[in-house]
């Protein structure tokens, strides 16, 4: 073989290692927790959008979405969430939601009822200047989802908005 040929198969081996790795690096960030932070308009609307790509959960897993709100006023706020599916990967039917507002939970139902139209309640929460404010989203699969649930996904937005009252 000659050495142009060892050299290019060399070349060759190498970036298809370097896409690897990069792939595998995308996949395991798809994968692990997130946060976000949104600054909150001292009046008036605030909107912020939250993409989640690829979300597969295995049976007995979990991922928590952390959304720290920060505002520049101090007061109360309505906040509401809605989800928009972007396509259907087929898990919403095995994903237990859990929305928590600080320490409290604020709903709790199904992935498939969230991107099937139907809305979180929306809720009011005291917001310090400058002291953020966590917004947790906790998606979850049970111990006893099986072999249906295999190689699924969802990808899906979730809208924030929120308004000081």
């Known amino acids: 073989m000659s050495k142009l040929a ?3 198969l060399v070349v060759a081996l190498c ?4 896409m ?9 960030l798809a994968h692990e927790d997130f946060e976000e932070n949104i600054t909150v308009s001292k009046e008036g609307t605030t909107t912020s959008t939250v993409e989640i790509h690829d979300l597969a959960l295995l049976p007995a897993t979990s991922r928590t979405y952390t959304v720290h709100l920060k505002c520049k006023a101090s007061g109360t706020y309505r906040i509401s969430l809605a989800y928009e599916e ?12 859990t929305v928590k507002a600080g320490d409290e939970i604020m709903w709790n ?9 139907n809305t979180i309640p929306g809720f009011s929460a005291e917001l310090q200047a400058e002291d ?10 049970p111990q006893e989802v099986g072999n249906e ?3 699924t996904f969802a990808d ?3 809208h924030f908005t929120i308004e000081k009252e």
């Open 6 to 8: 060892i050299a290019v």
């Open 15 to 18: 970036l298809l290692a370097a």
């Open 20 to 28: 690897g790795g990069l792939l595998a690096a995308h996949t395991q």
């Open 86 to 97: 972007k396509e259907n990967g087929g898990l919403k039917p095995f994903v237990n939601v």
């Open 109 to 117: 139902g199904t992935l498939q009822a969230l991107l099937d139209g």
């Open 132 to 141: 953020p404010f966590d917004v947790q989203v906790i998606y979850e699969m």
């Open 149 to 151: 649930a295999k190689d």
């Open 156 to 158: 899906f937005d979730v």
